[in-house]
């Protein structure tokens, strides 16, 4: 595969591991980290594995650093992966055996619950801690505090992590043998026989580790699609069943570096065509198998995201007029730059909603009840559409209110809570979405419609000075 092709295999598996990061608080927490892992490694292999990172790798020379060091790096995280392969297959096997395991907690992460206090008092932590996990706990607090922790059992993982140890030591002790350099992109060993088989050895316990971390895998991969019910979950089981054995193909073609290696010394770096039909065919059905199974949720995250944020941003005409007349209504203060995005659009666009309608009850003593004359003269100049009558009447009293209640005019205590423009003509939205989807029409109006300008005109220059009494605007001659 060509480098730009690696590059953008790289980001895929980099997303891929920022989604299973976020996922630990839904999903299973050691499936969610062994998948971080084996991406984000991956990501960083194929960075440093491909064509123009290894090449642009020959001017380290001149920082005295081994041009083949960053090939050595990327060996050493693809083999890490690999071992984080081979910790998921161990989850995926056994998933009854983690929930034992995670039993297998600290006393210092325990979280006594009120029946579990008074053994504490009495008992001291550690002792108070193995008689609720072992009588059980009535209140459920270790039970609960313990199914949110699962995870391998521990020999299993020191056995991975051991084997992991060996493999990259003999690794280490065979390239130091090899001391192989770097031409263009492939690897040459020493001219002698024993470097050439090093060089070989080095490649071939590559393979071997690689092969065995895959079909762990792939057994179990295997044996879940098989169990699952016909639906999206078990056609994308099936594509990262099919991206594993296209990955074994791909890493079983290695025999033939691991051939060339003994016989000229040399590792290609570049890859032949079938072994790159090979590696487009494993990413191509990994991607379609996350898709199907992982990124959908992350899609529809994302979109979320985007929507709520759009929605926010939407009210931000409004709102900042309103807070501007009203400071009051602000719930907690901005912590973060005013052009930066909300880190949390969801529930920064509810704050902003309940600001509005605060506000709104407010400016609810500032009506004034000459708006719908103002605004029947006004639509008589700009008549507005049907769709738009009931948020242009709404609007018309809302600006009214503001200019009001911004020129520091006395509340008007005549005017009746249950006036026409008091009440907003539309029922509340049953969901955020709904109410989020009204007011931003309602600020589009607002800040758009030239009825509504006109309305906020006159209602500027009929409000009186806050030293003057406020005259029976009904009676008012002049009005």
């Given at each position: 595969m060509s480098g730009l092709v690696l590059y953008g295999v790289a980001l895929f598996f980099a997303l891929s591991a920022c989604h299973f990061a976020r996922g630990r608080r839904t999903n299973p927490r050691a499936i969610a980290r062994y998948s971080c892992y084996a991406t984000a490694l991956l990501a960083a292999a194929l960075l440093l594995l491909a064509p123009p990172t290894v090449q642009a790798a020959d001017r380290l020379h001149r920082l005295g650093i081994a041009p083949a060091v960053p090939v050595l790096l990327g060996d050493v995280l693809r083999i890490g992966a690999a071992c984080a392969i081979r910790l998921l297959a161990g989850v995926l096997r056994d998933p009854e055996g983690v929930s034992d395991n995670s039993r297998r907690i600290s006393a210092r992460r325990w979280a006594p619950g009120r029946a579990c206090r008074r053994s504490v008092l009495v008992l001291g932590r550690t002792w108070a801690f193995r008689r609720c996990v072992q009588a059980g706990c009535p209140a459920s607090c270790a039970r609960r505090e313990l199914s949110d922790t699962p995870d391998l059992p521990r020999r299993a993982v020191r056995r991975q992590l051991a084997l992991l140890a060996g493999v990259l030591g003999v690794r280490a002790v065979l390239f130091v043998a090899a001391a192989p350099g770097l031409d263009a992109s492939d690897l040459t060993a020493a001219p002698s026989t024993g470097a050439r088989l090093a060089l070989a050895g080095y490649t071939a316990a590559g393979v071997l580790y690689l092969a065995y971390c895959l079909t762990a895998l792939?057994?179990?991969?295997?044996?879940?699609?098989?169990?699952?019910?016909p639906g999206r979950q078990r056609s994308g089981l099936r594509l990262l069943t099919l991206s594993l054995v296209a990955g074994l193909l791909w890493n079983a073609w290695g025999v033939d570096d691991v051939v060339q290696a003994a016989a000229t010394g040399t590792q290609a770096g570049a890859e032949d065509a079938l072994c790159g039909v090979l590696g487009l065919l494993c990413v191509a059905l990994l991607a379609a198998g996350l898709g199907t199974t992982v990124w959908p949720a992350a899609h529809a995250a994302v979109r979320g995201w985007l929507r709520a944020h759009r929605r926010y941003r939407a009210l931000a005409p409004l709102w900042r007029d309103l807070h501007?007349?009203?400071?009051?209504?602000?719930?907690?203060?901005?912590?973060?730059?005013?052009?930066?995005?909300?880190?949390?659009?969801?529930?920064?666009?509810?704050?902003?909603?309940?600001?509005?309608?605060?506000?709104?009850?407010?400016?609810?003593?500032?009506?004034?009840?000459?708006?719908?004359?103002?605004?029947?003269?006004a639509a008589s100049r700009f008549p507005p559409s049907a769709a738009r009558a009931g948020a242009t009447a709404e609007a018309a009293a809302l600006a009214a209110a503001l200019e009001r209640a911004a020129a520091g005019a006395r509340p008007n205590p005549d005017t009746p809570r249950t006036a026409p423009a008091a009440e907003p003509p539309h029922a509340l939205g049953q969901d955020l979405e709904s109410e989020a989807d009204h007011l931003a029409h309602l600020t589009r109006v607002y800040a758009t419609c030239?009825?509504?300008?006109?309305?906020?005109?006159?209602?500027?220059?009929?409000?009186?000075?806050?030293?003057?009494?406020?005259?029976?605007?009904?009676?008012?001659?002049?009005?």
């Open positions: 792939l057994r179990q991969l295997a044996r879940l699609a098989r169990a699952a019910a501007t007349v009203l400071p009051e209504i602000a719930l907690a203060p901005a912590s973060r730059l005013p052009l930066l995005p909300p880190r949390d659009p969801q529930f920064a666009l509810y704050r902003r909603i309940i600001e509005i309608h605060d506000a709104r009850l407010i400016l609810r003593q500032h009506l004034d009840p000459r708006t719908p004359r103002w605004l029947a003269a030239p009825a509504v300008a006109e309305v906020r005109a006159r209602a500027r220059a009929a409000v009186p000075s806050p030293a003057a009494p406020d005259p029976d605007p009904v009676a008012s001659p002049a009005r």
